[in-house]
């Protein structure tokens, strides 16, 4: 007995450790997500986060290295796409996908790094999805491998698509929507509905950071930037993010805030009444399930 117990005392110092480099790998993960898709020539900012009470935090690291596809930075392929860090900023890169669908599709990027004043290390990875599409989203959770992807079943008929697939100007924002079914590999799969709503403060190309107007008396009031996707799971359970948030969670006074994600418009044809982009970031449900979000438009100007 005296034999198992001072065996127990001696690994209970690895357990502890074991525990801690699990907990903490978990408290770690990539923004906009680990899973996320893009179109080609796309753009986006990939930064580590650090969950802190179950809020993101900008994540204190050191001795960085990364790769993309297995490859050191200085040994790229632009087949891949191409990645470069921030000046100075060692924890956070924009990576442009190649102009078309790569050989090898997601494009893998890694990360690894030890957390500030810790001794273990931790290897994070982003899956990058380089999507030719024109009107899809794509959700995938904090720590979940692979994600879903929400394709809109584009009708044949031009005029059908143009009252789908929509871009309307209405107090002081560009109202974008793309609805109607999903995609589906089996055409025996019932038909289930999925769309997705963006606001757009502006006229013209750029980025466009996610913002609220509004509190939790008046609810959410244009003009804004803003994202909303809706949608049937595999479960047939019908879902809806959204790009805003009232917090803290149940509080009677909550703070309405915004996000952290952008939409870029890409093309902004007036003469043929299109506009294009894609967006990216972090979305909440009405029952405060977080997921990240991704995906790319093309409507039709109103």
């Not at 879902?239 to 915004?258: E, I």
């Amino acid at each position: 007995m005296r034999k198992e117990v001072l065996l127990f005392i001696l690994l209970l110092p690895a357990i502890i450790v074991s525990a801690q480099i699990n907990s903490t790998a978990m408290d770690y993960f990539f923004f906009p997500g680990n899973e996320i898709s893009i179109p080609p020539n796309a753009r986006v900012l990939l930064s580590v986060k650090q969950m802190i009470d179950d809020v993101p935090a900008d994540a204190l690291l050191s001795n960085e290295q990364w790769t993309i596809d297995g490859k050191d930075l200085s040994s790229q392929n632009n087949e891949e796409g191409n990645f470069k860090l921030q000046t100075l900023q060692f924890d956070k890169g924009n990576y442009t996908a190649p102009a078309k669908v790569p050989p090898r599709n997601p494009v893998v990027i890694t990360l690894s790094f030890q957390p500030e004043g810790q001794k273990e290390k931790i290897i994070l990875y982003c899956r990058i999805h380089i999507i030719d599409k024109e009107n899809y989203f794509y959700l995938s959770g904090r720590n979940t491998t692979g994600g879903i992807l929400y394709e809109l079943k584009e009708s044949p008929v031009l005029s059908s698509r143009k009252f789908r697939e929509t871009a309307t100007y209405m107090n002081d924002q560009w109202n974008i929507g793309a609805n109607g079914f999903q995609k589906a590999e089996n055409d025996n799969i019932g038909s289930q509905f999925m769309g997705f709503g963006i606001g757009v403060v502006g006229d013209g190309t750029g980025i466009y950071k996610w913002t609220v107007n509004g509190d939790d008396k008046s609810g959410l009031k244009p003009p804004c930037n803003t994202l909303t996707v809706t949608g049937t799971a595999k479960d047939e359970s019908q879902f809806q993010y959204m790009s805003f948030d009232c917090t803290p969670h149940g509080d009677d006074n909550c703070k309405l805030v915004a996000l952290e994600g952008n939409t870029v418009i890409t093309v902004f044809d007036r003469k043929n009444k299109i506009i294009k982009g894609y967006f990216s970031g972090r979305l909440v449900s009405v029952s405060h399930q977080y997921v990240s979000v991704s995906g790319a438009f093309s409507v039709f100007m109103n």
